[in-house]
């Protein structure tokens, strides 16, 4: 196995979907504490409320049409259940799931600081003390261990107040406000963290506007825009850290799942070039520091104008993204022809189902080399450390009488993504940093709300509607990763 000595291994989180306490020590609410539970075969709601009192709520489905009243606000409304409310409760369990880490030899922690911790509302003068201390004393916790902190500066939770206010990334005036909740960050936390990210699988933007900028009005001008204020706030974001401590590094967090044409009509590898354009071009800019050609010329077709400054696209170039961290789960498939089986795909992007992949209950398709063909394709194009932030199996695990979970078909998924991973090393040559696989812990699922869905190493007891002791139990997966990160990568059994 040619893994490097120091090969980043470990788990990981967010906040949104693991912390809980959404309203304890000051913090405000965010995207995800209005968003209801779920189901693989009912969306998730957006609750809002107008002025009148009236009160509704909107379906929200990844790569689906998303809107809320003009006139209304993302509002909690009684009769709902918000998941993000109880995540896993690591508000309160933190000390133990590091420990938890720490014995399954983890060199890296990923998870995500909540904005609305520290700036309630975004935008205030002065950051919210108990917010700051919270992570720092988790950082500590992690660094008792040797484990690295890996943060993810926003991880789908734009402050609501924001949202309310300015109807989310939309608006340039979120720029200097992320930019100093940032700078506070870096400040406070230097010489604890070294590796940051800035907003969690950026190309949300396009599959899902809501999640990925707080967008109540996702019009293709707004989703446009939203992407050119985090890029910016993204450069500004690198060079603060680089400014401030100059161990840092941050990175760009991209959702990246290789496509496939369904059949070898040059037709279909024109759509696979398009589909993947619409990734990459999130890649394109961050990484590669300049909008490439085939997006400007989308925005002069589609009359998109954008409300930039030169200076802009100095910092763009002057300040990319020091590592490329990316999201891969699996793969679509997408033709022009005539096919009525559509798979439930990941991540939104709607394709048809590939015959060679077995699927999850959620349809999320298992492609042992989906890791290997990511990384080639990444690394041919930028050149820059990689790493992958999140992999994993989302399954319906079954807690037996004597407290073990079984999971077997987690350990194969894994053992595939790792030696997949090993190949694009070993054979390939790619400069790979670290593997967090999705998740350490259980915890709530994105894109259905669901606990159901569950991705752990570590089991939670705690069903889809919050209810359950929270006590945590080892799966099978534990001790093989335990043994897969003692060996760098080399046992695989
Ligand atoms: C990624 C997200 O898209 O996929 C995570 O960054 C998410 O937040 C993960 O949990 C798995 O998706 P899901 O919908 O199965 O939870």
Request: with cysteine.
């Amino acid at each position: 196995m040619g893994f490097k000595k120091d090969f980043l291994w470990g788990g990981a989180t967010a906040a949104n979907q693991y912390e809980g306490g959404y309203d304890q020590d000051g913090k405000g609410l965010n995207a995800i504490d209005v968003l209801t539970n779920g189901a693989v075969d009912r969306p998730r709601l957006v609750t809002w409320k107008k002025e009148d009192g009236t009160t509704g709520n909107s379906p929200f489905v990844w790569g689906g049409d998303f809107n809320i009243p003009a006139d209304a606000t993302p509002a909690i409304l009684s009769d709902y259940h918000y998941p993000s409310h109880h995540g896993t409760d690591f508000y309160h369990h933190y000390k133990e799931d590091i420990g938890l880490m720490a014995e399954m030899g983890f060199k890296v922690f990923r998870l995500s600081i909540s904005w609305s911790r520290i700036f309630p509302n975004g935008d205030e003068e002065e950051p919210n003390e108990t917010g700051l201390n919270f992570y720092k004393q988790i950082f500590e916790e992690c660094h008792k261990y040797h484990i690295e902190p890996m943060v993810t500066l926003s991880h789908y939770d734009t402050p609501l107040a924001l949202i309310k206010r300015y109807g989310g990334w939309s608006d340039r005036k979120l720029i200097n406000l992320f930019e100093k909740y940032v700078v506070t960050v870096f400040k406070y936390y230097k010489g604890q963290v070294k590796y940051w990210t800035t907003f969690n699988e950026i190309n949300a933007m396009t599959l899902a506007p809501y999640m990925g900028g707080g967008l109540t009005d996702p019009t293709p001008q707004n989703r446009a825009q939203g992407a050119h204020n985090q890029f910016v706030a993204s450069s500004l974001a690198v060079k603060a850290a680089h400014r401030i401590d100059p161990e840092m590094k941050v990175g760009q967090m991209l959702a990246y799942s290789p496509i496939y044409p369904y059949t070898c009509d040059p037709a279909d590898q024109v759509e696979i070039m398009k589909a993947q354009q619409e990734t990459l071009f999130y890649s394109d800019v961050q990484v590669g520091g300049r909008y490439p050609e085939y997006r400007l010329k989308k925005y002069e077709r589609e009359g998109i104008k954008l409300d930039d400054r030169p200076q802009d696209y100095e910092l763009l170039a002057e300040y990319p993204a020091d590592f490329l961290s990316f999201s891969c789960y699996s793969s679509s498939v997408l033709t022009t022809h005539a096919n009525d089986d559509h798979a439930a795909g990941n991540l939104g992007v709607a394709g048809v189902t590939n015959p060679y992949l077995e699927t999850n209950a959620w349809g999320w398709a298992t492609d042992p080399d989906c890791l290997r063909l990511a990384l080639n394709i990444l690394w041919d194009r930028y050149h820059k450390p990689l790493w992958v932030v999140e992999n994993g199996l989302g399954w319906a695990d079954k807690l037996e009488d004597d407290h073990k979970i079984h999971d077997d078909y987690r350990i194969k998924y894994l053992r595939a993504a790792i030696s997949s991973m090993s190949d694009a090393v070993e054979i390939d040559g790619v400069d790979l940093m670290g593997y967090t696989m999705w998740s350490a812990i259980d915890l709530v699922s994105n894109g259905t709300g669901e606990m159901k869905k569950r991705y752990g190493l570590v089991y939670v007891d705690c069903n889809d509607l919050g209810n359950g002791t929270m006590k945590r139990y080892k799966k099978d997966s534990f001790s093989w990763y335990q043994r897969v990160i003692a060996s760098n990568g080399a046992d695989l059994k």
